[in-house]
Every structure is written in structure tokens, then in C-alpha cells.
């Protein structure tokens, strides 16, 4: 198989490598106080978490809901988010859970203070079961 040279394959950019890569970010979405996240909140890269003045568990949606929307994932398909703490309570701790089907591997907790973020990596483990490290 030929590599591409620029004349009829693909290539990123046009070679320049100072060009920028853009990618596409919707508007965070929000999460509050006890949420059971939806697909739409883990899969679109940013979660913005406001927990209040209280300790919060955010649970993952339930992987049968997952796979419904990622349908093409197949085993060691991942994604990553972040979590991003957005109250000022010294309080407001926000604690990753698991949910139906998820297996939850590390340091869980985003800590209560504003702009602290958890990055997290989900992959797919088998048919039904999702793992959720914790990158940083």
C-alpha cells in the first residue's frame, strides 16, 4: 500500500507545523448538586461541576445508555473528559461514581476549590462494561 504524498491522499493541515489543529467543543455542561451524568454531560469533553456547599457524587450514566449512543465503540475504544470544579466551597467536593456497568480505577475526587480539575479517560472493557481511570 502506497503512503500518501499530498496528491490525492490525506494529510493533516497542508505540512506547516506551526499550522494550529482545531477541534470542536460545544458549551460545557453543567452539573450540580448528587447528578446522575448523562452520555451528553461525559461525551462532550468538559463537565463544568457546581456541587454547592456539599460533598457530591456525580454517578456515569448507566453503560446500556452509553453504548446505545456510542454504538461503534468496541473494546479498548476510549474517550476522555475533564471535570472542572466551579464552586468556591471549600466544601463542594465532587466524587466520580459508578454507575450500572462501570468499573471506577483511581483517585475518584475533583477537590473543592475553583478551576481544580479532574481529567478522566473512559474505556470500553467488554460487551456491557466501561472502566473510568483517572488521568490527573
Same mark, same amino acid.
Request: aromatic share 6%.
Given at each position: 500500500?502506497? +503512503? ?9 493541515? $497542508? ?6 489543529? +482545531?477541534?470542536?467543543? !460545544? ?7 448528587? #447528578? ?10 468538559? +463537565? ?12 456515569? !450514566?448507566? %453503560? ?5 449512543? %456510542?454504538?461503534?465503540?468496541? %473494546?479498548?475504544?476510549?474517550? $476522555?473528559?475533564? %471535570? ?6 471549600? =466544601? ?18 475533583? #477537590?473543592?476549590? #475553583?478551576? =481544580? ?9 467488554? $460487551? ?9
Amino acid at each position: 500500500m502506497a +503512503l500518501p504524498n499530498g496528491a490525492g491522499g490525506y494529510q493533516v493541515g $497542508d505540512g506547516n507545523i506551526t499550522e494550529v489543529t +482545531l477541534g470542536v467543543q !460545544p458549551t460545557p455542561p453543567t452539573a450540580t448538586t448528587g #447528578a446522575t451524568l448523562t452520555v451528553a454531560q461525559i461525551t462532550s469533553g468538559i +463537565l463544568l461541576g457546581s456541587p454547592g456547599t456539599t460533598a457530591s457524587a456525580y454517578t456515569l !450514566p448507566a %453503560v446500556a445508555t452509553l453504548e446505545a449512543t %456510542v454504538s461503534s465503540a468496541k %473494546v479498548n475504544s476510549s474517550f $476522555d473528559f475533564s %471535570v472542572c470544579n466551579v464552586n468556591g466551597s471549600s =466544601t463542594g467536593v465532587i466524587t466520580m461514581t459508578a454507575g450500572t456497568g462501570w468499573t471506577v480505577v483511581g483517585l475518584a475526587t475533583v #477537590a473543592a476549590t #475553583a478551576g =481544580t480539575t479532574g481529567s478522566f479517560r473512559a474505556v470500553k472493557t467488554g $460487551d456491557g462494561t466501561w472502566s473510568l481511570y483517572r488521568l490527573s
